[in-house]
């Protein structure tokens, strides 16, 4: 049989010729195919990286450092994770490259994070044993180091030498200590002193925006004083007749526990009142306070109400040696005179707290014998304290036993820090009505008169030293109590130590250093 090549005919080599040109054509295309599929890969890649840089170094130039994305905690120098369980010495905590910054920048995200790294900071001092930090603030002989006559600083975690002597310490704006000021603070000093200037000569320029004082009063820290300069400074009708109290609503009574309020309430008095000033004394600070000036605890801003734009507040307190604040309160609501009755007093105004309740009048003046009344006072309220302790060891001691869990003072404790870096001005009380204090309420509220010719009070007058009624006494608790008995209300307060120091050395830094 004579079988026939398919490729020997014509037909047979064109349908040949065929399929090769259709497979040459086939791997041409499926080549192109690749190369489009790669270069699109390549594409992608390229504009995810671009995309990742491009806000990478828009972050560094707003101040940030790259660690800052994959969740590290920015100090004013760099981007450092604090050990909790580990913390550093404090020669190492304080330290921090030199770095020349003239201006602060006080974006809200920065903001947060910068407070932040002042939490960590003051957490680890109160995480310290007692015997190290009473080291750490030299206060085994807070008068003089005994060689020279001059007061011991301890290890100074706050440069408090320098900045009591009016210098501004180099690399300051490096201390992880040192928050940030409130992001609208100066707007709103502005606008508060033009509106006090109006309203002094045009009583009827009343119902529009306006700025108010809110100032935190804590018993037997100032606020007498504080509210006779702002009568003075001011004019009696700007202020609330009684210890700058204002009247709720339908009530002739002065109200001390304006805390409580809501912040519609407030509104509402500042639209039938011309008031300038409201005083809370008995009530902790209200954290809801703080969104009627556009802020919050972590330093983010808050988007305000156009409907409720007035009051817009300006925040103040004053502060004193928590001790010393202690002995006054007992020396002036306990009518005492003997340091064994000191305990009793105590003791009797803690075992009062359980019938206390915010805005309510049963035993609302038991919180002042409290251990960290600042602490307790800046948490909202959230600071639980022991009433009653083990009678054998209740027996060491004339004082009620300190609350040394912490499981319940950690998270008040940073609550009390961040409220605290939202305030305008911290006044320590010992120097409020001296050189550093007037300067400071000038700049804030423009307030220029320090002796008290309006208002309640007893006292110095002149120097701008007053209290409720009776006399000044001599309240320094160091003086009063034995060693043994300073030592324990000491540790027992530590909380309240460590804050009055914090606080008293970012008053004089932003005093005595500029852009600060």
């Given amino acids: ?75 004013s120098s760099s981007v450092e994770v604090v050990d909790q369980d580990h913390p550093s010495s404090f020669a190492d905590v304080t330290a921090g490259p030199e770095k020349d910054v ?28 007692p015997q190290q930090l009473w080291d750490t603030f030299g206060m085994d002989d807070d008068k003089n180091d005994g060689s020279n006559g001059k007061k011991s600083y301890g290890k100074d975690p706050f440069s408090l030498e320098e900045l009591e002597q009016g210098h501004c310490p180099s690399g300051l704006n490096t201390a992880e200590w040192l928050p940030p000021r409130p992001w609208n603070s100066e707007e709103l000093s ?24 809110w100032y935190e ?33 339908d009530s002739d009574l002065a109200d001390g526990r304006v805390g409580s309020w809501t912040n519609e309430e407030l509104i509402g008095y500042t639209k039938r009142e011309s008031h300038l000033l409201v005083a809370n004394e008995w009530d902790p600070f209200s954290h809801d306070k703080l969104k009627l000036s556009g802020r919050t605890l972590d330093g983010k801003t808050f988007p305000l109400d ?54 309510e009048k049963g035993a609302f003046r038991c919180n002042i014998a409290r251990y960290n009344v600042i602490v307790w006072r800046y948490s909202g309220g959230n600071l639980e304290h022991p009433v009653s302790a083990p009678s054998s060891q209740q027996q060491e001691t004339q004082f009620p036993l300190p609350m040394t869990d912490g499981e319940i003072w950690r998270d008040p404790f940073e609550s009390a820090i961040r409220a605290l870096s939202q305030q305008d001005l911290i006044l ?35 120097s701008g030293h007053i209290v409720t009624t009776g006399k000044i006494q001599n309240s320094n608790a160091r003086e009063y109590l034995n060693e043994e008995e300073y030592r324990f209300l000491w540790d027992a307060n530590w909380l309240d130590n460590i804050l009055v120091l914090w606080c008293r050395a970012v008053f004089l830094a932003r005093l005595h250093c500029n852009d600060i």
């Fill in 306 to 359: 156009p409907q409720h734009t007035s009051p817009q507040l300006l925040f103040v307190t004053t502060l004193r040696d928590p001790l010393d604040r202690l002995l006054s309160a007992y020396l002036f609501f306990g009518a005492g005179e003997s340091p064994s009755d000191f305990g009793v007093w105590i003791r009797r105004n803690i075992g009062r707290l359980p019938k206390y309740r915010i805005g």
């Fill in 102 to 129: 003239t201006t602060i920048v006080q974006e809200p995200y920065e903001t947060n994070l910068r407070i932040d790294a002042v939490v960590a900071f003051l957490m680890n001092l109160a995480e310290l044993p």
């Fill in 190 to 213: 502005s606008m508060f002193q033009s509106k006090a200037e109006e309203l002094k000569t045009d009583k009827e320029a009343r119902n529009e925006e306006t700025v108010l004082i």
């Fill in 1 to 75: 049989m004579n079988i026939r090549n398919p490729m020997n005919t014509r037909f047979g080599r064109r349908r040949h010729n065929r399929q090769q040109q259709q497979r040459r054509s086939s791997f041409v295309l499926d080549r192109h195919y690749f190369v489009i599929q790669i270069t699109l890969v390549l594409v992608t890649i390229f504009c995810i990286l671009a995309w990742f840089w491009i806000h990478i170094a828009t972050g560094l130039r707003r101040g940030d450092s790259v660690d800052d994305w994959s969740g590290g905690r920015l100090s």
């Fill in 428 to 462: 320590p009380m010992d120097i409020m009505s001296k050189e550093e204090g007037q300067e400071a309420m000038r700049r804030l509220l423009g307030w220029g008169k320090v002796a008290i010719k309006e208002g309640r009070g007893k006292g110095d007058r002149e």
């Fill in 217 to 249: 009063h804590i018993s037997k820290a100032g606020g007498t004083t504080f509210c006779g300069l702002a009568k003075t400074n001011l004019g009696q009708s700007l202020v609330p007749k009684y210890f700058c109290m204002p009247k709720r609503l």
